[in-house]
């Protein structure tokens, strides 16, 4: 699986979209980019995944660059129950995530 | 209504101790795992399983043994107990597929290991 990069933390206004980048400039064309977050205490929890197209759930908007080396998830209008750690993980059809440190996001009222 | 669920939530036990953690979800999933996240947050899988049968196996010591007696379970025991041991240990299911396939995690269970 392709290795992934992210900020360490970052800040987001509770009410604005909070932005957080990816970049996987080694991934392949089977691999898809996998979003999870861990809210404290608690299980990873899946919010989104794309191959090659932008995405929309009822969490959040996923953003994959048109060469698929980076990608940004978008939650929309951040509350304070969006703080957390976001991982990002390309993968293929192997069934397992391999988690790096993530980013983790405090969203400030 | 728990599609996850993973007993018990916490555990303190002694050096030297065999502990066992159960798991069981709900969802029909063919694919079971064990992470393991330390003090420093970091989050690894452990073990994988597929219709009962090991599928990964990262590097963990061989005091840590998963059972899985049906698909729908997948218990970790643990045995001789270190400190270093103490960690939150997840379960997880999923769906095999093609790279879409969705995993969800259990709430976790706290060992302690004193």
């Known amino acids: 699986d392709a290795k992934t990069t992210q900020p360490t933390s970052m800040d987001c206004a509770e009410g604005r979209a909070a932005n957080l980048p990816c970049n996987h400039s080694t991934i392949s064309g089977n691999e898809y980019v996998y979003w999870y977050r861990q809210i404290h205490s608690q299980g990873p929890q899946y919010i989104i995944h794309?191959?090659?197209n932008n995405e929309t759930n009822e969490m959040a908007s996923l953003i994959i660059t048109e060469d698929r080396k980076s990608s940004t998830l978008i939650l929309p209008h951040a509350t304070l129950r969006d703080t957390a750690v976001y991982y990002c993980i390309v993968k293929t059809g192997a069934n397992n995530l391999f988690f790096g440190t993530g980013t983790r996001l405090t969203v400030i009222p | 209504d728990t599609a996850v669920s993973q007993t018990p939530k916490y555990l303190v036990t002694q050096m030297g101790n065999d502990k066992s953690i159960k798991c069981e979800q709900n969802?029909?999933?063919?694919?079971m795992y064990w992470y393991k996240q330390d003090s420093k947050k970091f989050l690894k899988i452990m073990f994988s399983y597929n219709n009962k049968e090991l599928i990964i196996n990262e590097t963990v010591p061989n005091r840590f043994s998963p059972k899985s007696p049906d698909k729908a379970h997948l218990n970790l025991h643990i045995n001789s107990l270190e400190l270093g041991d103490s960690a939150v240990y997840f379960c997880?299911?999923?769906?095999?597929?093609?790279?879409?396939?969705?995993?969800?995690f259990g709430e976790g269970s706290w060992l302690t290991v004193v």
């Open positions: 969802l029909g999933h063919d694919t």
């Open positions: 794309g191959l090659k």
């Open positions: 997880a299911s999923s769906q095999e597929g093609t790279g879409r396939d969705t995993i969800y």
